[in-house]
């Protein structure tokens, strides 16, 4: 029998009214709404023919054996951002639930392989600027000594927030003993961007999360009199960052699917009577491409050293982070676009600019596919986030289309 | 006899030691450390034949009668900007002071006409962001609605600063009665900016403090993820700021002397994984015509609504202050350079781009000029602020050769 729908809706709004607000999704990971989230979601268990257990690195695992051990892990995360939307994250998550209840009653709780689902610890890295700290620790990524000095605002450490949860953080590598039998790993996500909407598209394949690269460039000048110094005399460090957050369109443009984006400029001494002294950028320029990411980055720094030249300043790089591009497996791409042209006239393959708990389960060399539905206006990390219903509906449908195709694949290797 | 610069010289590094720390100057009005200044300044009146008051608006004045009531003011400020210079105001007063000292010798107490020495209060603005405040209140351009909402960093606000300074917001105008029998007034400062030390020039005769049309301009974008959302689906608010940044410099080139100047910008959210939603900026410009002053804010404007359209954004000026271009006395330029030459091979002449209580002056139509001396490297408001002694040695001199010319003139009217 379908997965319903109906019970995805009903659940993600069950879960929106007890850990949401005026201000929209409050379930920031290591809090206690989170831990809320969490519980609730066991509590959803309880009819089902499972088991459950929290890992060494707090990642949430459900259990459903089947006939083979090889296992169809299914999953997302249920934390969100401060002020969240009500899609992001918990959709994939509720979605992998209702998934699996079906195929618990299709196999009369006995399927041909072990079904999982997982909600990972911690996606958003939202209060302590951790993100995929659970999929990480997972997939061996994990960075225990730099994340150790981590604090949130109020000063408290990761380390001890981790605690206050039961997760030792010495011992969150201990999460990879949860790989064992993984044959393929399912996530269903909203686009949080406008290509799906702009396109008139429910639904799409995605094909990998681009690579990052991020970096703060700073560029030194003269601070001046704005009243007293000519035009001629001037050395203004805001100048070469404005040549450079414009140059950047050109670099991404010369690619299709290239995005870089200057977020945050800070000016020093930042006032109106003053000539820009120091001027703080950021860079995040994204691609599915290595190649092509290796020389936006190369393109970016050359730029920014042209600039600072003519205009008087120099210009230091220092990297914030990086990630290599992580394509996903081209047969469970196949699968996800036939399982989509099963409930909608057109697919799409699209790479994912954002990156996903998917992407560290890719990177282990286990089969992985995305599914995106469409976010009306391309907008998340915000209370208005949304997706039509009747979008969320064929989600549900395709995805669970995915899940029957992967399961067989498994079956037939 | 001349006046001697090694009494100015000395008096400005005893003044430094009393009322500066490793930082720098500190001197901000209106703060304990100010009036230690102004009576350490009132200390050195002591053996000379003078009356001395403060007015309504507390400013210091300093008055040797003479045989006519028509009086030629010298002046400048005490105050200083936190972590200051050791020249900024403080030498146009010493320099002042010691002018006047050498008059009551030269003229035995009774100089021809009557000679004055003003030490303005808060000319920086540096605590409540309301610069020429003394001269202003002098003037009648004082604007006491509008700043009695003004309070500093602890929330004090100025009138309650005032207060205990014995200054009474309400009657700050009642310092009008100072302009009675006011011939001309002259300053003496430092340039602030890096013009005559490229020129290989110890001084200039100051043409007139330029106009400033100063704004606040704000781009509204749509802030979006940095990762999903595509280049050709952007509205990046600092795009359009970044392309008025650059234009501003085409805007102040078309004339010689202007400057356009974009201090500050702030990016929201203003965090590396998002396309700036909102962009507030500030621009400063300044020029001593007042058509070519009206004709680039009418450029920026224009400039900035076609980038706002360009990028898919709105945009919205509002004004921070303005003021007019104040061209300064003709015959005193002339005198201010005849002295110039007396002292050094070559004089220049150039406008002030930072306004200073002169201009103040001359809105009444009181005949004044400003003689500037070098600023190494053109730094001020800086504890590395600096001038040749050598320099400032010949500025005492030309300026003592000023006041001289400026008294015949007026005696001869």
Redesign the interface.
Known sequence: MPANPQNVIANLKELHALTGDDRGAQRVAFTPMWTKAREWFVSKLKELPVEHHFDAAGNSWVTLAGVSARSLVLGSHLDSVPNGGWLDGCLGVLTALEVFRAFAEDYNGRPPVTIRVVDWADEEGARFGRSLFGSSAFAGTHSIAADRSRTDREGITLEDALRACQIDMDKIGNASVEREHLAAYLELHI?????LE?MGLPLAAVTGT?G?E?HSIVFHGQE????????S?RRDA??A???L??EI?SI??KHS???????????F????????GR?ET?L?Q?DLDAEVLAAMYREAQEASHRFAAQEGCTVDWSK?WSIEPIPFHPHLIDLCEEAIREVAPRSHRMP????HDAAEVARLGVPTVMMFVQSLK????NKIEDTRIEDLMLAVDAFHRLAAKTMQWIEAQ
């Open positions: 686009e949080q961007g406008p290509v702009r681009k990052v991020r001046a009199h704005s009243g007293s110094t000519p035009m005399d805001l100048a960052a404005a040549r957050a414009l369109r991404a443009g699917d290239s995005v870089c984006t200057m977020g945050s400029v800070k000016t001494p930042g006032i109106v009577t003053a000539v820009v001027c950021t995040d994204r914030i994912s600019g954002p990156l391309g907008i998340s990390h």
